[in-house]
């Protein structure tokens, strides 16, 4: 579709990028991914991190922002996190709302079997919606994730409220099982998938600001940051690193979605800051 004057197109390395404008917030997105990678709502400071030293090559996952983790979470099938994050994605329709504006975007190739679609809403806050439809004569078990890395001052001195007894997999210690107590604080590196439905509030005394992480559509959330164990991900660098903390709507290994012929799935995230 052609674009409307509130969207401008620019590159970046090999990716084209669209910046969405609208009196309530500013949206970066990159077609490669269809990826959210910068939401500023007016008189806010960016809800997302996103990495500097990321690739810009066609075929590369782009560091930071939600990048979409679909059909598969993690290694739940080939290659890891899925294939939409690699993919070209294109806008399918675009509308000035009386606060902000509504997106969607469709890859440019569908898969045969299946068909997915990203909806986006935002005003004062961003909603993320990705729904999968099975258009297979068979069933199709999904995994998947909206991988948000959210901008925080320092994740070693947030805290994440929400979690207090929710069981979690430690995937730094083979899947262990643990049960979460009170306000979660990280002081390493942190994999874990929490059994979990509701919010996830990051109280971020650096920013002074609370970011809240709402979704739908997900039994397992998240928490991801590599710690200083930086040496695999090339493309973070070790100054921006302290600055995100990845808190993903998911549905992983613990919650698996099965769709019957026709039937049809939304996940959604909705990331919305207060201040403190
Ligand atoms: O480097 P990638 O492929 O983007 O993955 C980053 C991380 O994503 C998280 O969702 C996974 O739980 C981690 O295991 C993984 O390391």
Wanted: hydrophobic share 45%.
């Amino acid at each position: 579709m052609a674009l409307p004057a509130w969207i401008q197109s620019r590159r970046w390395g090999e990716h084209e990028l669209l910046e969405v404008q609208t009196e309530a917030a500013t949206l970066v997105l990159s077609l490669s991914g269809a990826q959210v990678l910068s939401f500023v709502p007016q008189g806010q400071q960016d809800l997302l991190w996103w990495s500097s030293t990321s690739l810009c090559q066609q075929g590369k996952p782009i560091r930071g922002g939600i990048p979409l983790c679909w059909p598969n979470f993690a290694d739940a099938g080939e290659p890891f996190h899925g294939t939409a994050r690699t993919r070209l994605w294109q806008l399918e329709h675009a509308q000035l709302l009386d606060v902000g504006a509504s997106l969607s975007l469709v890859p440019v190739q569908q898969d045969e079997d299946k068909a997915v679609r990203l909806q986006l809403e935002f005003g004062a806050r961003l909603s993320v919606s990705l729904t999968t439809r099975n258009l297979d004569e068979v069933p199709l078990s999904l995994t998947q994730a909206l991988h948000s890395y959210l901008r925080v001052g320092d994740w070693r001195q947030i805290s994440l409220h929400g979690l207090d007894g929710c069981l979690w997999l430690n995937k730094l210690a083979a899947g262990t099982e643990r049960r979460q107590s009170g306000a979660l604080h990280l002081a390493a590196a942190i994999d874990a998938i929490f059994q979990h439905q509701g919010a996830v509030q990051i109280r971020d005394p650096q920013l002074q600001r609370l970011l809240t992480v709402r979704k739908a559509g997900s039994g397992s959330t998240v928490v991801w940051q590599p710690g200083d164990n930086l040496a695999s991900f090339k493309d973070v660098n070790a100054a921006e690193a302290a600055h995100f903390v990845c808190v993903e709507a998911a549905n992983t290994l613990l919650d698996p979605v099965v769709l019957q012929p026709g039937q049809e799935w939304t996940l959604q995230t909705v990331l919305e800051v207060e201040g403190l």
